[in-house]
């Protein structure tokens, strides 16, 4: 029993953490106390589609079926891309800088002051679901990529973040953005624990 325990643990430790660096080490971010955060989902793949194109279509062609006339469809995909900024990303940076004692590391878009650019680079999304009497968390894949800002060729470290899980409690997120945010907000104490881990 306590090795079935012990092999679950190591599981979930697997999932919650990144694989192995693909770039770098992560001890290289030792004593960076500022990250300036770019976020990219350029050619990210949406769960059971070739395409972000095709997701995309998939679900807007559901909805001027079943409801004609009324611009369901393209309200969807404008609100499919305005989440990243409005949901996503807030979500992210809340999520990472909580994670340090006394603000001793802070994250944030634009954030002129840093000299290193932290690069989050989402490649894989799950949308999961939400229909009241059943439900599924959904779930990003994000490579994780710290450079020099004056110098991007000068990668300290990049990584995969797999799987990152995101629920809300009470059952509020009914609504694919909010629930993907959640899997930025994941993602990013991910990230952090890592760092704190393992860059010492």
Same mark, same amino acid.
């Given at each position: ?18 694989? @192995? ?20 989902? #350029? ?8 395409? #972000? #194109?095709?997701?995309?279509? =998939?679900?807007? =062609? ?29 979500? *992210?940076?809340?999520?990472?800088? @909580?994670? *340090? ?51 991007? =060729? ?7 973040? @797999? ?38």
């Amino acid at each position: 029993m306590k090795k079935l325990l012990l092999v679950a643990v190591l599981m979930a430790t697997s999932i919650t953490f990144a694989q @192995k660096a693909t770039e770098g080490k992560i001890k290289n971010l030792k004593g960076i106390s500022e990250y300036n955060l770019v976020f990219d989902y #350029e050619n990210v793949k949406v769960h059971k589609f070739d395409t #972000e #194109e095709e997701f995309l279509k =998939d679900k807007m =062609d559901k909805r001027e079926k079943k409801h004609p006339g009324e611009g369901r469809g393209e309200k969807f995909k404008k609100s499919w891309f305005a989440d990243r900024e409005n949901l996503y990303e807030p979500k *992210f940076i809340e999520s990472f800088n @909580k994670r *340090f004692d006394n603000q001793s590391v802070k994250a944030d878009k634009g954030l002129e002051s840093a000299k290193h650019t932290m690069l989050v680079k989402t490649t894989w999304i799950y949308p999961g679901y939400n229909i009241g009497i059943q439900k599924s968390p959904s779930k990003v894949t994000a490579t994780i990529k710290v450079y020099e800002t004056a110098n991007p =060729d000068n990668v300290l470290y990049s990584g995969v973040f @797999k799987n990152q899980p995101g629920a809300t409690f009470g059952g509020g997120d009914f609504n694919s953005g909010i629930r993907i945010a959640e899997s930025y907000a994941k993602l990013a104490k991910s990230v952090a624990k890592y760092i704190i881990k393992k860059a010492k």
